[in-house]
Antibody, heavy 121, light 107 residues
Framework: EVQLVQSGAEVKKPGESLKISCKGS????????IGWVRQMPGKGLEWMGI????????RYSPSFQGQVTISADKSISTAYLQWSSLKASDTAMYYC??????????????WGQGTLVTVSS | DIQMTQSPSSVSASVGDRVTITCRAS??????LAWYQQKPGKAPKLLIY???SLQSGVPSRFSGSGSGTDFTLTISSLQPEDFATYYC?????????FGQGTRLEIK
């Protein structure tokens, strides 16, 4: 069974750094892209970027380029989303998700449970 | 970026009703479109991909159609568990983008 299990909720202060994780299981982790999607409180879904763990090829939405870093450690089947300096506007639910096929633009058929990030002074 | 516009933003309907949600792309995306259902506090769930293909395990009362710039999601006979928010997503080009969502509420 394919599963994406994300790390737990975080409460941080503005300016702090953060790295959240998404562990894949039940499939070949290095053979599928994993993406990140943001959902701000009461708002819609925003595609942030995606990584291919096999070779760390990474694509970012222009809206998020330079704001976050996506990485992966294939030895432990885990993808990451990190911030070097959080802002209050980063408060959101963050989902990792796996496209159904080999195309990084593809449809997400598996999703993590979400990680709630709260940034407040 | 390709802009995806859904209408309506919200709709009220009753169990048993037929409901149609539309999604318009700012430029042609062929059939590179998906529909998702999201319930409060839960991750989105893929319902339809490639504009009209039903994802495995999704009830047949859900259907999708369209190509190019105009797409529809139809629920033929609403069930209580269908009340949720629905999103379209284009997968034609980077960055993939979502519509703003349509909230389906109980009348």
């Amino acid at each position: 069974e394919v599963q994406l299990v994300q790390s737990g909720a975080e409460v941080k202060k503005p300016g702090e750094s953060l790295k959240i994780s998404c562990k894949g299981s039940g499939y070949s982790f290095t053979s599928y892209w994993i993406g990140w999607v943001r959902q701000m409180p009461g708002k819609g879904l925003e595609w942030m970027g995606i990584i291919y763990p096999g070779d760390s090829d990474t694509r970012y939405s222009p809206s998020f380029q330079g704001q976050v870093t996506i990485s992966a450690d294939k030895s432990i089947s885990t993808a990451y989303l990190q911030w070097s300096s959080l802002k209050a506007s980063d408060t959101a639910m963050y989902y990792c998700a796996r496209p159904s096929g080999l195309d990084p633009r593809g449809y997400f058929d598996y999703w993590g449970q979400g990680t709630l990030v709260t940034v407040s002074s | 970026d390709i802009q995806m516009t859904q209408s309506p933003s919200s709709v009220s309907a009753s169990v048993g009703d037929r409901v149609t949600i539309t999604c318009r792309a700012s430029q042609g995306i062929s059939s590179w479109l998906a529909w998702y259902q999201q319930k409060p506090g839960k991750a989105p769930k893929l319902l339809i991909y490639a504009a009209s293909s039903l994802q495995s395990g999704v009830p047949s009362r859900f259907s999708g159609s369209g190509s190019g710039t105009d797409f529809t999601l139809t629920i033929s006979s609403l069930q209580p568990e269908d009340f949720a928010t629905y999103y379209c997503q284009q997968a034609n080009s980077f960055p993939t983008t979502f519509g703003q969502g349509t909230r389906l509420e109980i009348k």
